[in-house]
């Protein structure tokens, strides 16, 4: 399974970002997806993850201002991100679970000037 995100820039404070996540190779082996961050100098947290039937968990910290979802169709996850806010910069990485296997996109790159 390869993934690629897309989607990170620079956006000031109380702004918005969609990032996708676009899978390929043996995506129909792919059970949960999620997203995850790591910001300078702290470990990587995990923002959000779907699970294959479209149950969502979200950290805390994005609860009400991130929304994640699948399209099985395009084999591509999203990241609806509003609100952002400075402590949301970081870079984001998709992520994919085949069971006993974790596969990961090398990430994009998300800016929130204050």
């Known amino acids: 399974v390869q993934l690629v995100e897309s989607g990170g820039g620079l956006v000031q404070a109380g702004g918005s970002l969609r990032l996708s996540c676009a899978a390929s190779?043996?995506?129909?082996?792919?059970?949960?997806m999620g997203w995850h961050r790591q910001a300078p100098g702290k470990e990587r947290e995990l923002v959000a993850r779907i699970s294959g039937g479209g149950r969502t968990n979200y950290a805390d910290s994005v609860k009400g201002r991130f929304t994640i979802s699948r399209d099985n169709g395009k084999n591509t996850m999203y990241l609806q991100m509003n609100s952002l806010k400075p402590e949301d910069t970081a870079v984001y990485y998709c992520n994919a679970v085949i069971p006993g296997i974790n596969y990961w996109g090398k990430g994009t790159l998300v800016t929130v000037s204050s």
């Open positions: 190779g043996s995506t129909f082996s792919i059970n949960a």
